[in-house]
């Protein structure tokens, strides 16, 4: 069944009226084809929607332009000077990295990208893209990760870039290069948006022009002239995260985001869709989620061809021919296009009869003709309701030449010999600017002269669309005041005799902030449908959840206290179920400081499982982003989730955390080391501006929530403190180190060992063993390279050197976490983990299978003192039997059921 033969379940009142449509349409098929019957069709349903009948759009059109010729607006700008302008942009993108690979073989950089976008910039950079002022947040460019080489050569136009840093292209190390790519982090004056980590630049975008949207809603910012422009590949459309949200888009009307793929027809290693068309694909992918599509596949010298086309035979063969034609024909040459493409029919034959095989060969395609790129960005701009794609044909490589241009391999071509340089020169017509290049020359760069027409004319244009783009311009157009220290209060008091979790801890912490007259309009709670396992849910009513069209209905719950209110001036964004969404929406918030000039505190809260594992790229690309905010890993711990098992208990995602440099990542067992951490990190974040961001664990266990002791500020943030001395007058010594809920066991052993054994146990707390282990690398490295001085003492060193006896670390994480530290370590370094897969059991089950448990802790603590010669290894014997231990079980990490 046709899945439009639906409609036809509807009664038909006038079977008479159906036959005579019915024949109308067979007879124009039968006289003039089937092009025209789908014209009439399309001019019908278009003419029945402005009526009012409501015909669902094709998902497909035919393979030509969306805009025909006579709607094109006129080209605003000196044709001659941007050409001469374009050329020389992209002679400098291929010297540079050319000259690169000439002084560092296998240096890299990518040639045919940029070569098949240049047009697709140069029309934005001349027309559209508004810079960054103090009064305007203008537009945000995510700029196509292997076409950075084409933005350096504009930008040196500028003069914002000199010859050293063209040469320098791929070298950073000496501190005057230029990134591979688009790195806020290593150019924080000049990128904005990392987008090469394929896929992420494309979903950061829509949440990005989401988060304009949720600013100017709230009143915190007037965002309405801001618009998001997203450069990505064909290629790049595989990646899940390219397309996983492109629905949110259409849905949230986001008008103010367009996006622009260079349809080259290539991957890294061949056609993106050889036996398909991958624009019709997409045209059909967008059309269907509710985008505005514009095609731009054909260049200006096709309209005359197009429109001798009354047979519509032309459009025949352009739709029925697959992409893996199309590439063969640009690889080849004019005869070969007029035998193999027009050739078959001689009615397509009699079309170009009057060309000559250069014409043919010179037929553009449409990603490479401004003025039909500037028709497609300007309607693109002038669309409302829902965002907008531009599907623009190109050729990976175009004007490299025959060597390079549609090859399969062009992705891989790093080097053009001197002689394929001064081809290039020849094509781009520069001979009057640039010398020929003799066998040991090396390209050098083109610069206008100042006062030029050439040169006036570029930073005219910019001069008047707002300044450079692209530049990161960190500006404070909105004041953020730090909250008041009373607002930490309840976390720093404990919770009495009420047992509580430091994820419920959190929650009220949380509505504190966000009440704070001088701070709370800058919290931006995120949350990936999970608010009422986090206790959030009492945060609707107060803070609503940000809908860009309010509340529509009446929630069936509406007469609760805690019902689910929506609002458009929401301050929670609820995600769904969407890890990678919901990170994407704290990029944005955690951006907005430097894109838009007004900070805003991102808390993104989240199921610890489902977080770093899921999306570590997107977190790695907001510390390339310089994004700040907070990371609240809630249910965490492999044994604190009782009941969930192998995929939803984390005990690995402290490891991950520590790969990350600009992460500061945190495990607190109590309210008040969590308090302290965030009051910590709003100071260094939003107090002194440095561009990190925390990873902090929480944990759904009860327990409770001691007071905060004084002057244990420093250790919390440094990493460890002492939280209880060792009981006096006993025998034995032995320090233990907990994490997280961890410390319910070295307080149950701490206990057990005085009463039992004799042993007097020193509890430390390890909020954070990445922060210990960072600092005591920079000791030793300061100790290595200064070999006459006096050695330095790493703080885990000269804090352990304080304690006694054997060290027992205990975490609820993989062992990996604490032995973080343990070569550090003044003795005996002894770890409990829970490396291995999760069950589903009881919390105390758990503990005794991964062996963390008090027990567990215990045997440890004693076994460290038979090995340290204190104490017999009998008394070990006894205690596996009191604590029922089985000391030939197999390891848990290797336990499969």
Known sequence: MNPDDYILQIPDHDPQETREWMESIEA???????????????????RARQLGVEIPHLTGT????????????????DEDVERLIRRAIRWNAAAMVVNANQEAHGIGGHLSSFASSAAMYDVGLNHFFRG????????????????????????????RLDDEQLDNFRFETNGNGLSSYPHPRLMPDFWEYPTVSMGLGPINSIYHARFLRYLHNRGLDDTSNSRVWTFLGDGETDEPETLGAITLAAREKLDNLTWVINCNLQRLDGPVRGNGKIIQELEAIFRGAGWNVIKVIWGANWDPLL???????????????????????????????????????????????????DEIWALRRGGHDYQKLYAAFKRATETTGRPTVILAKTIKGWTLGPD??????????????????NDLRTRLSLEHLVPELGPEDEPRYIRFPEGSREQTYLMDRRRQLGGPVPRRLVRERLPMNLPDDQVFDEVMAGSGNVQASTT???????????????????????VPDEARTFGMDSLFRELKIYAHEGQKYEPVDAKLLL?????????????????????????????????TGVPMVPFYIFYSMFGLQRVGDLVWAAGDSRARGFLLAATAGRTTLEGEGLQHQDGHSLVLASTFPSLEAYDPAFAYEMGTIIRHGLDRMYGKGDDISY?????????????????????????????????????????????????????????????????????????????????????????????GQDRRSPLVSRLLSLTRGPIVAVTDYMHAVPDQISRWAPRRFITLGTDGYGRSDTREALRRFFETDGASVTVAALSGLVESGEMEAALVDEAIRTFDLDPDAPAPWTRDA
């Open 307 to 357: 429109a001798k086309d009354d047979e519509g035979v032309l459009v025949t063969k352009m739709n029925s021919s697959v992409d893996g034609e199309y590439q063969r024909y640009k690889a080849e040459d004019g005869a070969f296009v007029r035998e193999h493409f027009f050739g078959p029919d001689p009615r397509l034959g009699a079309l170009v009869e009057d060309m000559s095989d």
């Open 563 to 595: 019902s689910y209110v929506e609002g458009q001036d929401g301050q929670i964004l609820e995600e769904g179920i969407t890890e990678a969404g919901s990170l994407a929406s704290w990029i944005a918030a955690g951006t907005s400081y430097a894109h």
């Open 28 to 46: 124009v098929v039968d006289h003039h084809g089937t092009g025209r019957g789908l014209y009439l069709l399309a001019a019908a349903a278009r």
């Open 695 to 787: 990873y902090l664990t929480l944990y759904n266990e009860n327990y409770e929530q001691p007071r905060k002791p004084e002057g244990i500020n420093d250790g919390i943030i440094a990493g460890m403190y002492r939280f209880a001395e060792a009981p006096s007058e006993t025998r034995y010594r032995t320090t233990i180190l907990f994490s997280g809920t961890a410390q319910k066991a070295a307080r149950e052993a701490q206990q057990t060992l005085h009463d039992r054994y004799g042993v007097g146990a020193e509890l430390w707390s390890v909020t954070s063993y990445k922060k210990l282990r960072e600092e005591a690398l920079e000791v030793e490295r300061w100790n290595r390279l200064h070999p």
């Open 132 to 159: 960054h002022t103090p009064e305007q947040p203008g537009d945000h460019i995510y700029v196509q990760g292997h076409a950075a080489p084409g933005l350096y050569a504009r930008a040196y136009l500028e003069g």
């Open 404 to 421: 390079v241009e549609g090859r399969n391999a062009t992705h891989q071509i790093k080097e053009l010999t001197n002689k394929q340089m």
């Open 62 to 77: 035919p393979y030509i332009n969306t805009i025909p010729p006579q709607e094109e607006p006129d080209f605003p700008g």
């Open 504 to 526: 419920m801890a959190f929650t009220r912490l949380l509505r504190s902030l966000s009440r704070d007259e001088q701070f709370g309009e800058h919290v931006v709670p995120i």
